[in-house]
């Protein structure tokens, strides 16, 4: 069955550091882009971070550009988040989502019809 898995997510004071994990079971995460969501309580879901599936192209949201770094493991069949000097609005539930495809990643990245999404991990920055 194929499937993807975040972990990483927990409480962290404001400045602090979490790396967040996609793993990919059922499939090969080598030919799909990746993309990186949140969901705030209230608010609406939005796009944080997208890399493509093989010419390694990344894109950013503005409010987590410098501070968040995606990458991936191919052999691990797994994307990371980095993110550092967190901050409290950056508190939410991150999901990791997968689409077939080698479209470079770019700001439309985020509108793809992903073909697998997983269940998220809450993320909590607080002091």
């Known amino acids: 069955q194929e499937q993807l898995v975040e972990s990483g997510g927990g409480l962290v004071q404001p400045g602090g550091s979490l790396r967040l994990s996609c793993a990919a079971s059922?499939?090969?995460?080598?030919?799909?882009?990746i993309g990186w969501f949140r969901q705030a309580p209230g608010r609406e879901r939005e796009g944080v971070s997208c890399?493509?599936?093989?010419?390694?192209?990344?894109h950013y949201a503005e409010s987590v550009k410098g501070r968040f770094t995606i990458s991936r493991d191919n052999v691990k069949n797994t994307v990371y988040l980095e993110m550092n000097s967190l901050k409290p609005e950056d508190t939410a539930v991150y999901y990791c989502?997968?689409?077939?495809?080698?479209?470079?990643?770019?700001?439309?990245?985020?509108?793809?019809?992903?073909?697998?999404w997983g269940k998220g991990t809450l993320v909590t920055v607080s002091s």
């Open positions: 059922g499939f090969t995460l080598r030919y799909y882009a």
């Open positions: 989502a997968a689409k077939y495809t080698d479209f470079p990643a770019g700001p439309l990245c985020y509108t793809y019809g992903m073909d697998y």
């Open positions: 890399i493509s599936s093989s010419e390694g192209s990344t």
